[in-house]
Nanobody, 123 residues
Framework: QVQLVESGGGLVQAGGSLRLSCTAS????????MGWFRQAPGKQREYVAT????????YYHDSVQGRFTISRDNAKNTVYLQMNSLKPEDTAVYYC????????????????WGQGTQVTVSS
C-alpha cells in the first residue's frame, strides 16, 4: 500500500506560481498512475491532472491546460504539479492520489489519497 504526503501549498497572488510535491512511501511507486485533484469550499472534488506510471501519458482538466504541468520522478517517489499563471478560482485544497493501472478523471476510482495541501490565490 502506498502512502502519500503533499507539500508546497501556500498563499500566492494572482499570476504567480507554486509547485506542489507529493512523496510516496513504498517500493512500487513506479507502478502507479498518479493524479492531482482539488476541492474548493462547497464544491465536489475535481480532477486536475494525471500522469501514467511511465510518465508518457498526461491529462489535464481544461481549466488548467497550458498553465499547470504534472511530472514525476520515480527515483524519488515524487510527483509534482507546477502551477503557473494562478487565478483566484484555483484556490482549493489540492490532493494527490495513486492507483494501479491507468489514471481516470473520476476521483471515486482512486483508492489512495494524501492529506491535502491548501492553495490560496489572492486577487
Amino acid at each position: 500500500q502506498v502512502q502519500l504526503v503533499e507539500s508546497g501549498g501556500g498563499l500566492v497572488q494572482a499570476g504567480g506560481s507554486l509547485r506542489l510535491s507529493c512523496t510516496a512511501s513504498g517500493r512500487t511507486f513506479n507502478r502507479y498512475a498518479m493524479g492531482w485533484f482539488r476541492q474548493a469550499p462547497g464544491k465536489q472534488r475535481e480532477y486536475v491532472a494525471t500522469i501514467s506510471w511511465s510518465r508518457s501519458i498526461t491529462y489535464y482538466h481544461d481549466s488548467v491546460q497550458g498553465r499547470f504541468t504534472i511530472s514525476r520522478d520515480n527515483a524519488k517517489n515524487t510527483v509534482y504539479l507546477q502551477m503557473n499563471s494562478l487565478k483566484p478560482e484555483d484556490t482549493a485544497v489540492y490532493y494527490c492520489a495513486a492507483r494501479s493501472g491507468s489514471g481516470y478523471s473520476d476521483p471515486n476510482l482512486w483508492p489512495t489519497w494524501g492529506q491535502g495541501t491548501q492553495v490560496t490565490v489572492s486577487s
